[in-house]
């Protein structure tokens, strides 16, 4: 059976059009400069689309009362009252020891720790020794990597793209 797709470092490419040759020599030649603005986003035919789309796709059923939005900005911010969201959303009471050990076992430094969730699991074929799901654990932290420049026209994207939605929807500074 052949694999949907050729992993690079992590990442997945179509097998159509892409060589591991020449994904290396596409890197090395690739530089991107401090003052460049970089938009990212893959097409319909690869997996993980458009993030505007999904979000998109997400935010249009928010009044549906079997979903329940939530933002990583929430969690980190109360994580037990987001917890205590949850549990409400799925008709579920915690007793207090039970919330302690939800809180305890789903913050980032646990979860980064464990094997079943930080994906190192998941075979060496579709992963590589540079994948990491798991970065820093922090909200913000996109204002340390982008320009002013790249801030803008983020913004201006961003704007185009939720036009319709309320802006409480999303949380981020």
């Known amino acids: 059976m052949t694999p949907e797709f050729l ?37 319909k035919s690869v997996p993980y689309g458009s993030w505007f789309e999904h979000i998109r796709g997400w935010m249009s059923m928010r009044h549906r009362e079997n979903v329940l939005l939530l933002s990583y900005e929430e969690l980190q911010k109360d994580p037990r009252s987001t917890i205590e969201k949850i549990c409400q959303f799925l008709g579920k009471k915690l007793n207090p020891e039970e919330l302690d050990s939800v809180l305890k076992n ?33 909200c913000g932290d996109w204002k340390n990597h982008f320009t002013v420049a790249q801030d803008e026209t983020f913004n201006k994207v961003f704007q185009e793209k939720m036009a319709g939605f309320p802006k409480d929807l999303f949380p981020w500074e």
């Open 7 to 43: 992993w690079f470092e992590g990442l997945p490419f179509s097998f159509f059009g892409y060589t591991i040759e020449g994904i290396k020599e596409a890197r090395t030649k690739f530089v991107i400069k401090d003052e460049d603005t970089v938009m990212v986003s893959y097409p």
């Open 106 to 138: 789903s913050s980032f430094h646990v979860m980064k720790q464990n094997k079943m969730s930080n994906y190192e699991m998941l075979p060496e074929s579709l992963t590589s020794q540079h994948f990491s799901m798991a970065r820093k654990g922090i």
